[in-house]
């Protein structure tokens, strides 16, 4: 996998992080730079933990899905980044109050929007991609786009909104389609 593409999912799967940052920025009152640190911590700990318990979750099985294995990388990526897409034009009027620096909330906030990484793993193992590099790539990143995030939740209010998510959902799709054209134009090829 190229340094590109890599990017790219680490980009598109920051999305969720990066929103959820930007509304946690909202919500609190004092900003200092440990506050904006430890939600990137868990956040960019949690994305690239995510797609590591995936990848070797899917190396158990990899040898039943090889021949299969664009079709399910791209089936997770659009699924996920449909999802993505959808959840960014629901228009949820309702905010709840919360406190994104007590422990319990970041943790179930990390989890939830570290799912996707988890089958973004699995689709790495099937795919037989090294995966170090690219939990690097997405840990880093999910982590400085959290950090700015907050600060920019905090300074600038509610700008971004759901398009984050939207332009992540969009990415993630794109990166799944061309996974799943290139293997068919191999195959076409080979043929």
């Known amino acids: ?28 009152k004092h900003m200092k730079v440990n506050k904006a640190l430890k939600i990137a911590l868990f956040f960019g700990g ?9 990848w070797f979750a899917g190396l158990s099985f990899r040898f039943f899905i090889t021949p299969i294995d664009h079709w399910i990388a791209f089936g997770l990526l659009s699924f996920i980044g449909g999802r993505m897409i959808y959840e960014a034009l629901q228009n949820e009027e309702c905010e709840k109050k919360f406190n994104p620096l007590d422990t319990g909330t970041l943790i179930a906030l990390s989890v939830a929007t570290s799912l996707d990484a988890l089958a973004v793993g699995i689709g790495f193992a099937v795919l037989k991609t090294s995966i170090g590099p690219v939990v690097s790539a997405i840990g880093f990143i999910t982590f400085f786009l959290v950090f700015a995030g907050v600060f920019i939740g905090h300074k600038c209010g509610n700008l971004f909104g759901n398009k984050i998510e939207f332009i992540g959902g969009g990415i993630l799709i794109y990166i799944g389609s061309n996974i799943l ?10 043929s």
């Open 1 to 28: 996998m190229d340094a590109t593409t890599t990017v790219l999912i680490a980009l598109g799967l920051a999305a969720d992080a990066f929103a959820v940052s930007v509304s946690s920025g909202l919500a609190i």
């Open 46 to 54: 949690f994305q690239a933990l995510m797609p590591l318990i995936g």
């Open 181 to 190: 054209i290139s293997h068919l134009t191999e195959a076409a090829a080979i």
